[in-house]
């Protein structure tokens, strides 16, 4: 099984990369709901969350919670919302988006349209501040 994940983890599909370690990797989703909705992934392809060995199930939100005051610092936002929905994709990912109210987190309202220029932009804002 090779996902669009496993291929933007081996370079193959380029992706608005926001931090990156040797087990995991955060990438804007460019499907977003929200400017600097996040995607955080482990880099071992497993289709469920639950499915991941304990270790890495807890260094994956270890890796997340990092990357989400990062993008509560850069991004406006009353909150930093997490959801894992795992239907879209199947390889475990967790989604960090900025939120003001509930509804920020509607995955069946239309997605963000963003340029290139604004995802670049909104990349260097939350890694300037890891």
Known sequence: ????????????????????DDNFLAFLDVFP???????????????????????TYQKLWLFSKKVAHAIGKAIP????????????????HIHLIPMNAVSDMDFSQPKAKFSPEQFESAAAKIKAQL
């Open 1 to 20: 099984m090779s996902t669009i994940f496993s291929k933007i983890i081996d370079g193959s599909i380029p992706a608005y990369k926001i931090a990156e």
């Open 33 to 55: 709901l929200r400017e600097g909705h996040t995607l955080v992934i482990p880099k071992q392809e497993v289709d469920c969350i639950f499915d991941l060995d304990d270790d």
């Open 77 to 92: 936002c009353t909150k930093v919302g997490t959801a894992v929905v795992g239907l879209e994709v199947a390889h475990a």
